[in-house]
C-alpha cells in the first residue's frame, strides 16, 4: 500500500527484513503472554539498628534477596526456577543492522505501530539504546544507595531493574543498538538473560553493527563476548548492508533540510564534514585510506585517502581524483567499489587546466554509469555549469572538444542530485562481479 501510493520504494532487502518482522508480528498474536514473575521485594533503608524484631526482619530481606535464610523465600525461589522452565518460551525477536540510511528505524517502526492488538498495544516499549542505558544505569545507582544495616546489596539490584523494566513492556524495541562503554558492556549479559530468560521479554533492534562486531576493541571484551552468543540465540539476525540506497540521504533532499548535494565555499566545507561523519559514515564508524586495484590482474593501484568500506563510501579532494595520473578505467573501478562517492575542494577550472577538467569529465561520465550517488564541494561554483569557466565559447569549443564534452557533465550532474536519479540501485557491485566472475 505504502509502495502503490509511492510514500515508500520497493527494496528486496527490506522486504526481506519486513518478512521477518512480520513472522514476529503473527508470533506475537498467536503466543499466549504469561503473567508476569513476582516482583522482588523493593530495597528499602533500614533506620532502626537496636530492635531485635527489626533486625531480624532486615535480615530476613536481605536473605530474600539471595534466596536463602528464610524458608518462604527459598520456596519461591524454587518455585519461580521451576515455573521459568515450564513457561512457553517466547517468540524469538530481530536484530536488524546495516549502513546508515538503509530504512532499519523506518521497519521497526512499522512493526511497532502495527501492534495495535491486545496485549501487545500496552506491552510495549520503543526507546533509543543510549537513553535505555542510561535509564538502567540510573535505576541501579539509586538501589544501590539503598543499605540495610549498612550493607551494599549491589549484587541485589539489577534482578529488581530488570523486573522494573520488563513492567514497562515486554516487547522492547532498541534503536541503535551500539556498544562503546564498558560500563554498558559488562552488564549487558546479566541484564538481558533476566530480561529474556527470566521475565519473557522479546527484543526487537536495529544497528549499525553486525552482532559479532559488538564493542569490537572494546577493554575487557572477552568479558562481553557470551553477551553475543546469547544475542544471537534469542534473536534472528537479518543484514541490510547489500541494501544499495541511501534513504536518509534521499530523505534529507527531499524533505529540504538540505537543498542539494552540493557545497560551497567555508561554509559548505563544514556542512560537508558533518554530513560525512554523521550522517554517511555513522559516529561509531571510522574510515582509512586504502587502495584498489586498477584492473584485474595489473600492478596498477589507486589510492583512495579516505574509505568505508562497509557503507561503501570513499572521499576524495579534486587533487587526488583529478590532478593526478587516473584515466576512465580507474574511475570505473572507484565506481564499482563505492556505491557514494564525496569530491570536495574542486576549483574553477579554465582552459589553462584541459587535463583536470578531461578527468573530472571521465570521473562523472564513469560514477553516472554504476549509479554511483555523488557529492561534491567546490571553492566558489554554484552550480554545474561555474565549474569550467570558458569565454569566448562559441570560438573556443571549435579546438576543444571538452567545451562540448562538458555541457554532457553539466546535465548528468543535474540529473544525479534529481530525486529519481537518487532512487537508483547503484550497479557498481553487479559490474565487478562480471568482470572478475567468482574471484570478486
Known amino acids: 500500500m505504502l509502495v502503490d501510493e509511492d510514500l515508500v520504494h520497493h527494496d528486496a532487502h527490506q522486504v526481506e527484513a519486513l518478512q521477518e518482522l512480520e513472522r514476529l508480528r503473527l508470533e506475537l498474536l ?50 519461580e526456577a521451576v515455573s521459568s522452565v515450564l513457561r512457553p518460551a517466547p517468540p524469538r525477536g530481530v536484530y536488524l543492522h546495516g549502513g546508515v540510511g538503509s530504512g532499519k528505524t523506518m521497519l521497526m517502526n512499522l512493526f511497532y505501530d502495527s501492534l495495535i492488538q491486545e496485549p501487545w498495544n500496552t506491552e510495549k516499549q520503543k526507546i533509543h539504546f543510549h537513553k535505555f542505558m542510561s535509564m538502567i544505569h540510573k535505576r541501579m545507582h539509586q538501589a544501590r544507595n539503598n543499605n540495610i544495616n549498612g550493607h551494599n546489596v549491589s549484587d541485589a539490584v539489577l534482578p529488581a531493574v530488570i523486573a522494573e523494566t520488563a513492567r514497562q513492556g515486554r516487547l522492547i524495541c532498541l534503536d541503535e543498538f551500539q556498544v562503546t562503554d564498558v560500563a554498558d558492556a559488562l552488564v549487558l549479559q546479566r541484564l538481558f538473560t533476566g530480561l529474556w530468560r527470566d521475565q519473557g521479554c522479546i527484543v526487537v533492534a536495529t544497528s549499525n553493527r553486525a552482532p ?61 564534514d558533518h554530513l560525512f561523519q554523521d550522517e554517511l559514515i555513522g559516529p561509531e564508524q571510522s574510515t582509512r585510506s586504502m587502495e584498489l586495484t586498477a584492473t584485474s590482474g595489473s600492478q596498477r593501484t589507486i589510492p583512495v585517502p579516505i574509505a568505508n568500506t562497509a557503507r561503501k563510501i570513499a572521499r576524495f579532494s579534486f587533487a587526488d581524483i583529478c590532478k593526478k595520473a587516473l584515466g576512465a578505467a580507474d574511475y570505473l573501478v572507484i565506481g564499482e567499489h563505492f556505491s ?101
Not at 220 to 238: A, G, Y
Not at 367 to 395: G, M, P, R, T, W
Not at 421 to 430: A, D, P, V
Request: a neutral charge; one cysteine or more.
Open 30 to 79: 498467536s503466543y499466549k503472554l504469561p503473567p508476569l514473575p513476582k516482583m522482588p521485594t523493593p530495597i528499602t533503608a533500614n533506620k532502626s539498628s537496636s530492635n531485635e524484631s527489626s533486625s531480624s526482619s532486615s535480615s530476613s530481606s536481605f536473605s530474600g534477596w539471595f534466596g536463602f535464610g528464610q524458608s518462604s523465600g527459598e520456596t519461591n525461589r524454587i518455585v
Open 340 to 440: 557514494t562517492v564525496v569530491v570536495d575542494r574542486i576549483p574553477t577550472l579554465t582552459l589553462n587546466e584541459l587535463n583536470w577538467v578531461r578527468r573530472f569529465i571521465l570521473l562523472i561520465d564513469a560514477l553516472y554509469e554504476s549509479n554511483v550517488k555523488l557529492i561534491l564541494h567546490c571553492d566558489e561554483a554554484k552550480q554545474a555549469s561555474d565549474i569550467f569557466v570558458v569565454e569566448n565559447k562559441a570560438e573556443v569549443a571549435a579546438n576543444h572538444d571538452e567545451v562540448f564534452a562538458f555541457d554532457r557533465t553539466i546535465s548528468r550532474l543535474q540529473e544525479m542530485s534529481s530525486r529519481s536519479y537518487l532512487h537508483r540501485k547503484w550497479t557498481g557491485r553487479s559490474k565487478a562481479r562480471q568482470k572478475k566472475g567468482n574471484e570478486y
Open 212 to 272: 559479532s562486531d559488538l564493542y569490537l576493541g572494546g577493554l575487557q571484551r572477552d568479558r562481553f563476548l557470551p553477551f553475543i552468543d546469547l544475542l544471537k540465540e534469542s534473536c534472528q539476525e537479518v543484514s541490510l548492508w547489500e541494501s544499495t540506497v541511501d534513504y536518509r540521504l534521499i530523505q534529507k533532499v527531499e524533505s529540504g533540510e538540505m537543498s542539494s548535494l552540493w557545497f560551497v565555499g567555508t561554509e559548505g566545507q563544514v556542512a560537508l
